[in-house]
């Protein structure tokens, strides 16, 4: 058993709790034990950064400093997430006084300090460079068997935060839908930005944004699109209407969690994984 401390990120036990309902029985039938950072805050989502650094630096020292007292690593099922603890523990790392200022802050409002010793990593890159995608790909009881788009975002693609991948051309998660029984669909704007952050603010741009990554999976052939950000989803699924008429473009695909694919593969919530294979065969062909 592989132990990780917990984050779930802003979204994945609010907006967005079929990524909480899935993560926790795939990665019991992985061997990875989810260890709760109890009393976990926001990370900012990179929208206070841009308001107040120090803030969401402050933020997410809370957060290590929790995961510290747990005695693990942190794992995350979001992106923007991953990118976010990773760039705080890198920014900790090079800047001793940027270190000792958020500490200066979490210990005057909680008692606790951090190191800045441990490490951040997303599910993704826990499957397939700790876990092992043959031990992933013998657990599998409901083969995909569908053409799938991979959506990274941009967030966790810079070195050092996407495990051992590739930045700029990542194929973990296609590696994994293989081992899952899919069929990876390669598209050119997989780690492109839908401007999540941004969405009350540039609304129509936004949206364009949003529909180019829609429609650019479409039209390579993907059946269903697989998100590793939970923050970007709402995007991809929730406003894909409204991004295909501002951008007038075909943006009707089956849009879903990585934490949703995996589970629904390795046997679990076998009803819903009926209905995306029904939507998939509907809107998304």
């Known amino acids: 058993m592989v132990k990780y401390s917990y984050y779930p ?7 967005s709790a079929e990524v909480e309902d899935t993560i926790q029985p795939l990665c019991k039938t992985l061997g990875i034990e989810l260890i709760e950072i109890i009393g976990y805050n926001s990370d900012g989502g990179n ?15 809370r957060n290590i400093a929790l995961a510290e007292k747990n005695g693990h690593d942190i794992i995350t099922a979001c992106a923007s997430s991953q990118g976010i603890l990773h760039e705080t523990l890198d920014t900790f790392r090079k800047d001793p006084i940027a270190l000792a200022d958020a500490n200066r802050v979490v210990e005057k409002t909680t008692g606790m300090t951090l190191s800045g010793d441990i490490s951040s990593s997303h599910l993704l890159h826990v499957l397939v460079d700790e876990i092992g995608l043959e031990k992933v790909e013998a657990a599998v009881v409901n083969e995909l068997n569908m053409n799938i788009a991979c959506y990274y975002g941009p967030h966790m693609q810079r070195q050092g935060a996407c495990g051992e991948d590739d930045p700029w051309n990542p194929k973990y998660m296609e590696r994994l839908i293989t081992a899952l029984g899919g069929t990876p669909i390669e598209y050119k704007s997989k780690t492109s930005s839908v401007g999540n952050p941004s969405l009350l603010s540039l ?3 936004v949206m364009k944004m949003t529909a180019r990554v829609l ?13 590793a950000c939970t923050q970007s989803h709402s995007n ?4 894909q209407g409204k991004a295909g008429r501002v951008a007038n473009k075909d943006t009707n695909i089956p849009v879903v969690n ?3 694919i995996i589970a629904f593969a390795l046997g679990h919530f076998p009803d819903r994984f009926a209905q995306l294979r029904t939507r998939a065969m509907i809107i998304g062909s």
């Open 9 to 15: 990120g802003n979204v994945a036990r609010q907006s």
């Open 47 to 61: 929208i206070i950064k841009q308001g107040n650094r120090d803030l969401q630096l402050a933020l997410n020292a």
């Open 203 to 205: 609304g129509d741009s």
């Open 215 to 227: 429609n650019d999976a479409k039209r390579a052939g993907a059946q269903v699109l697989v998100s």
């Open 236 to 239: 991809l699924d929730s406003y």
């Open 258 to 260: 990585l934490t949703e």
